[in-house]
């Protein structure tokens, strides 16, 4: 439970799973990142700005 407490990532950010899968998908295939973080905003009803941060948090490496 302590390091549950630690991770950067709060059990609500399930919710960003996918956009998250996707993100990877499209820039793996070689998209721009303009291109992804706009077809992402659209596509999931974000702004570009959560787009970051859900990226940002789920990028982050654990050690348990």
């Known amino acids: 439970m302590e390091q549950l407490q630690t991770l950067p990532v709060q059990p609500s950010d399930?919710?960003?799973l996918?956009?998250?899968?996707?993100?990877?998908r499209l820039m793996k295939e070689g998209h721009k990142k303009t291109y992804v973080l706009?077809?992402?905003s659209d596509e999931y009803n974000v702004d570009?700005?959560?787009?970051?941060r859900v990226v940002?948090?789920?990028s982050t490496e654990v050690d348990m």
């Open 14 to 16: 399930v919710r960003y």
């Open 18 to 24: 996918e956009l998250y899968k996707e993100y990877s």
């Open 38 to 40: 706009q077809y992402l």
């Open 48 to 52: 570009e700005r959560t787009i970051y």
């Open 56 to 58: 940002k948090k789920f």
